[in-house]
């Protein structure tokens, strides 16, 4: 059964860090690309970045590059999300997702976790 487990949100102050796993179970993460989108509350949700399959290639939002780091563990089967230098607008419900089209639209995605909220106040 295929299953995607997201974990390490929080509360953080504006200027912390926190790093997201994205942990799968069933099927082999590495095989396809994984994006991460966030949803905050009365908003749509939002891609934020993808790492594909084929070469590893990275894809940021332009409201979170140069602050967060995508990366892929293939021996433990998870995809990390590292958040450097948060900002209160980051503040969200964060997803991770497996698709076979590295692209950030929602709709392209098959399996979806079932988020981690991430709240970034002083």
């Known amino acids: 059964q295929v299953h995607l487990a997201e974990s390490g949100g929080g509360l953080v102050q504006p200027g912390g860090s926190l790093r997201l796993s994205c942990a799968a179970s069933?099927?082999?993460?590495?095989?396809?690309?994984i994006g991460w989108f966030r949803q905050a509350p009365g908003k749509e949700r939002e891609g934020v970045s993808y790492?594909?399959?084929?070469?590893?290639?990275?894809y940021y939002s332009n409201s979170v590059k140069g602050r967060f780091t995508i990366s892929r563990d293939n021996a433990r089967n998870t995809v990390y999300l590292q958040m450097n230098s948060l900002k209160p607008e980051d503040t969200a419900v964060y997803y991770c997702?497996?698709?076979?089209?590295?692209?950030?639209?929602?709709?392209?995605?098959?399996?979806w976790g079932q988020g981690t909220q991430v709240t970034v106040s002083s």
């Open positions: 069933g099927f082999t993460l590495d095989y396809y690309v």
């Open positions: 790492i594909s399959n084929s070469d590893g290639s990275t």
């Open positions: 997702a497996t698709g076979n089209l590295a692209a950030v639209v929602a709709g392209v995605y098959d399996y």
